[in-house]
């Protein structure tokens, strides 16, 4: 355990747990681990070449979650972003969210036809889940995607609370979890010390069982790969404990996947992407006034390092 918590603190490159295997070793995530991840784009494409990446994201009072979400996609290089969103979110997503197609729907009368044609039918990749807490039927919502989308679907906070894990089993499409600690805690019916004590064999179980791709949010975000690999993100500080910064990663992780990035390379390079934005924002504003947006406003510069 000493070991292991060494290395999650940056203390070595790479340790091999089980050595007939290659699938049980733990890596960092470097500059030169995701360096190669985003390649030059050829004159002749055009927005459609970069992925449509829909979001069903935000409810009343938590709009900011889908404009934090639908601006890090269109940041993150995607050609096409729609943002499927409550009517009552509707004037702030699209004030905040120019260049985002959206679509609004009454949550009180959900055409589960029309969300079929304006997202599933739409998307390249799926995000949901951020900032949906008070959106109603929301769970009816998430299991008509899991069970109907053969897209690959980033699932995020709310759609991690009310996730039905029986619906994992025999799924199709590449799944992304992306929990903070609590909301693994409550996934998994443990406490957060029991998560933070047990950080590697919990996300490398958990992956594996449900064969998801699992980020792990914490000081050190861990990525959990279905095949048994693990990678410990380097980048990232104190200052990005802050609301809405997970809401960013999920816009980064979707469009990276959506632009057809293997899954494993996308999710190394959207956390280190993330956190490397968050080191360059604490630089120009500091630990203490940095807020989400920051993220994405320093995400080109991130990305230019690549």
Same mark, same amino acid.
């Given at each position: 355990?000493?070991?292991?918590?060494?290395?999650?603190?940056?203390?070595? =490159?790479?340790? #091999? $747990? !089980?050595? &007939?295997?290659?699938? %049980? *070793?733990?890596?960092?995530?470097?500059?030169?681990?995701?360096?190669?991840?985003?390649?030059?784009?050829?004159?002749?494409?055009?927005?459609?070449?970069?992925?449509?990446?829909?979001?069903?994201?935000?409810?009343?009072?938590?709009?900011?979650?889908?404009?934090?979400?639908?601006?890090?996609?269109?940041?993150?290089?995607?050609?096409?972003?729609?943002?499927?969103?409550?009517?009552?979110?509707?004037?702030?997503?699209?004030?905040?969210?120019?260049?985002?197609?959206?679509?609004?729907? =009454?949550?009180? #009368? $959900? !055409?589960? &036809?029309?969300?079929? %044609? *304006?997202?599933?039918?739409?998307?390249?990749?799926?995000?949901?889940?951020?900032?949906?807490?008070?959106?109603?039927?929301?769970?009816?919502?998430?299991?008509?995607?899991?069970?109907?989308?053969?897209?690959?679907?980033?699932?995020?906070?709310?759609?991690?609370?009310?996730?039905?894990?029986?619906?994992?089993?025999?799924?199709?499409?590449?799944?992304?979890?992306?929990?903070?600690?609590?909301?693994?805690?409550?996934?998994?019916?443990?406490?957060?010390?029991?998560?933070?004590?047990?950080?590697?064999?919990?996300?490398?179980?958990?992956?594996?069982?449900?064969?998801?791709?699992?980020?792990?949010?914490?000081?050190?975000?861990?990525?959990?790969?279905?095949?048994?690999?693990?990678?410990?993100?380097?980048?990232?500080?104190?200052?990005?404990?802050?609301?809405?910064?997970?809401?960013?990663?999920?816009?980064?992780?979707?469009?990276?996947?959506?632009?057809?990035?293997?899954?494993?390379?996308?999710?190394?390079?959207?956390?280190?992407?993330?956190?490397?934005?968050?080191?360059?924002?604490?630089?120009?504003?500091?630990?203490?006034?940095?807020?989400?947006?920051?993220?994405?406003?320093?995400?080109?510069?991130?990305?230019?390092?690549?």
């Amino acid at each position: 355990m000493n070991t292991i918590n060494n290395y999650i603190l940056g203390l070595t =490159d790479i340790i #091999n $747990i !089980s050595p &007939e295997d290659e699938t %049980k *070793e733990i890596r960092l995530t470097k500059h030169e681990s995701v360096r190669n991840a985003l390649t030059k784009r050829k004159r002749d494409s055009h927005k459609g070449t970069y992925g449509k990446v829909g979001m069903l994201s935000g409810s009343k009072g938590m709009a900011g979650a889908a404009v934090l979400n639908l601006n890090a996609a269109l940041r993150s290089g995607s050609g096409l972003v729609k943002g499927c969103i409550p009517d009552t979110i509707y004037d702030v997503v699209e004030t905040a969210s120019i260049e985002s197609l959206t679509y609004p729907f =009454d949550e009180n #009368n $959900i !055409s589960f &036809e029309e969300l079929d %044609k *304006e997202l599933l039918q739409f998307s390249d990749v799926i995000a949901t889940g951020s900032g949906s807490t008070n959106l109603k039927a929301y769970k009816r919502i998430l299991e008509f995607i899991l069970v109907n989308s053969k897209k690959p679907l980033v699932i995020d906070a709310e759609g991690i609370n009310l996730l039905n894990l029986d619906l994992l089993k025999n799924h199709e499409q590449n799944i992304v979890l992306t929990p903070h600690y609590g909301e693994m805690a409550r996934l998994i019916n443990k406490d957060t010390d029991y998560i933070r004590e047990n950080i590697i064999d919990v996300s490398r179980g958990f992956s594996y069982l449900y064969n998801v791709f699992l980020v792990l949010k914490g000081a050190r975000t861990i990525i959990a790969v279905p095949d048994g690999r693990i990678f410990v993100n380097t980048t990232g500080n104190p200052g990005m404990a802050t609301a809405g910064s997970g809401d960013v990663l999920t816009g980064i992780i979707a469009s990276l996947i959506g632009q057809k990035i293997e899954t494993t390379d996308a999710l190394k390079t959207a956390v280190y992407l993330h956190g490397l934005a968050g080191d360059i924002a604490s630089r120009n504003v500091g630990e203490y006034s940095l807020i989400a947006s920051d993220l994405i406003k320093y995400l080109p510069e991130a990305m230019l390092s690549l």
